[in-house]
């Protein structure tokens, strides 16, 4: 992807040269979307080794027990096959010229231009657009024209519904229905195996001949998966010809298809479909790019100005707002973000523990109620938590590593990847003892709660949440021989490091959880015993209450070395050291494993990811900063960064620290994780968690925002190349514009319904 000043600036992202091998990057990468569904940008003609995936959120199917639940790839809605004079458009034979595929991230709305010269010699001119609507969550929108450049041409285009696609081999979808309609309007049904979710899919085209409509003759077929129309037009030299088509896709599982019957959802589905059609791609377009505006560029405006770099840094962090919002379901509260959005089918839907500590610290500070819903899900999969404690022997809430839909409990696979030393499947641990999760998820409530200013959730779901992960917590503790109790055998954040004792991150976290459940336990019994009578029976509050205060006055807590190195472990400093220069800087991620197994890697001090670190700014006010310094540049030079989740935490570290050349380098790359030239990088999906982190290295780490204790901190420091950062955040109810130069830092409180109260630069202030 070329890094074209004049067109980020635009915030364009473009693709200047067409490469077959690689497809997988800009299929991600440029993918399209809205929450309900994430689009994969394969392109209209097809390739081999092109990854065509519609995902829709929340519509989870389990293909066989011997797999996990996943989001199942529905049917293919974007091919539109060209022949030009009979041959097959496509970029591997013949020849062409002019090519470049543009994504406007401002709008939404992918193009691509390219001049080709089929192998018989004929010339055409194709553009090619392409829309997701924002505002019609169910809509998408293509436009395919061929200008006929020399000799007269025969078009023929072949579009339809394609179902004939599967999650890498895997059929999720008995056949369903196929028809036409008015020989005009493509219909086609499926439904999921397992979670028996029926998806209605319909399309329709339009064309014109040099802006005039035109009516051409459909040539029908249905087949096996698939049903699609054949068009044939012949072009004289000049001619444009335009093909639009339409489509849309509903589910059963719909909010807003709730009590539709099938037949009823297909023929709601099929008059949407004619009323999007009616009013045409252009202005199908503007809405949606009207709707981009309002819901993210106005709702969370970011400016960078300084040198060029600045330029991109800037289109780096709008590209991470851009996909923050297409993978987040702001529709609906039963489904949460996927470890790789809506964009491919990496981690296969699922939710990890990326959503509180990485992603949600964006929506909080722009988008509450967004982020409000993500905390609603957690609620609402609490039957999940509850089995998974009880399978575990466990009480309270346990909440799964990988989530999916609402009770399906733990969703992480089993095996993944393969030994390089025995040849078999890796077992993945996380799934049973990356239990740090369960905290995560209290922090996430509270964290929400606090920022927002949302007492509501507080009292319908945040108060349980935090007390029933609490009660996981006392029941999970062990009793040690020195009279303290120990978390044992667990997987950290850091994950070369399995059955670890005490790892620091979780033990903290399980202890703050601990403590925020016996102070809102306090709290309420004389602030509201009515909400604390409610709880005490759902949660038998007198029963556990001991066991909370008790576990938290007596978990150990890792304390510092001699040298201020806070253990992450209790055998990670024990470890061998070698020399990891060679995949400290590697292309391609987890380098190591294919020079150790797991087992050897335990034994190294080598970090897949940040680990402790993450705890230094969660509970910032916890570590001195001596510690923090100490311990940042122990990780660090042990750290290969295999995790796309680890370079944003150790930057926003370092701006804390005031290292801010280090802070502004590792944030950079943090930023390229998706948008640099690593080509095989995002192929199974974007890294969703890794766009919170380039929005938090900003604004928590040179913007120096953070909520400690309740309370708002805003303590800019700039990196050299900038000269001035300037952004809204949301607290409290009241919206805030921050302009941080490097010798001056203003605060205006835009919504001025209610004082605020905040830090700046170490000073107390009344907003
Ligand atoms: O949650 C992360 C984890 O920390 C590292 N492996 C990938 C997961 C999903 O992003």
Known sequence: MGMDYSKIDRWILAEDSFDPVHLGKCEAVMSLGNGYLGLRSATEEKYLGETRNLLINGTFDLFDSSEVTELPNAADVTAMELWIDGERF???????????????????????????????GSRVGLSFRRMVSLKRLHDIAMEVTVICLDRPVTVKLRSGIDARVTNTGTQHFTEGEKRFYEKKYIQLLETTLQSDITFVLNAVHRF??????????????IDRRVIYADYTVELKPGDAFTAEKYANVSTTRDLDCAGLSVPQLQARTLEALKASADLGYQALAEESAAQWRLEVWEKAPIEISGDKNSRMDLFALRFAQYHMRLMLPRHDNRMNIGAKGLSGEGYKGHCFWDTEIFLLPYYMFTDPEAARKLEEYRYLS?????????????????????????????????????????GTPIKVWSGIIEQHITADVAFGAWQYATIAGDQDFLERYGYELIMDTA?????????????????NDVVGPDEYHEHVNDNAFTNYMACWNLNKAIAYHDHLKTADPALFQRLDEKLSLSQVYPKWVDGAARLYLPQPTAEGILPMDDRFMDGEEIDLSKYKNQEFVAGIMKDYNLDQIQRLQVCKQA???VLFYLLEDQFPPEVKRASWAYYEARTVHDSSLSLSTHSVQAADMGELEMAYDLFRRASMIDLGPYMGTSDAGIHAASFGGVWQCVIYGFGGVRMLNGKLRIQPNLPCGWDRLDFTLMWKGQRLRVSAAKDSLTVENLTKTAPVFVTLNGVETEL
């Open 208 to 221: 014109a001949l040099n802006g005039v409509p035109l009516e051409l003759e459909t040539d029908v077929n």
């Open 611 to 613: 680990d402790c670190l």
């Open 90 to 120: 496509s970029l591997d034979q013949g020849g062409y010229a002019g090519y470049s595929r543009e994504l406007n991230i401002h709008t939404g709305e992918l193009t691509r231009q390219v001049e080709w010269t089929s192998p018989g």
């Open 471 to 487: 009660t996981f917590w006392a029941s999970r503790l062990e009793p040690g021989e020195d009279g303290r109790y120990h978390i």
């Open 382 to 422: 609490l039957p999940g938590a509850h089995k998974k404690a009880q399978d575990n022997g466990y009480q309270g809430a346990m909440f799964p590593w990988e989530s999916a839909w609402l009770d399906d409990g733990e969703t992480c696979p089993l095996y993944m990847g393969t030994d390089i030393l025995t």
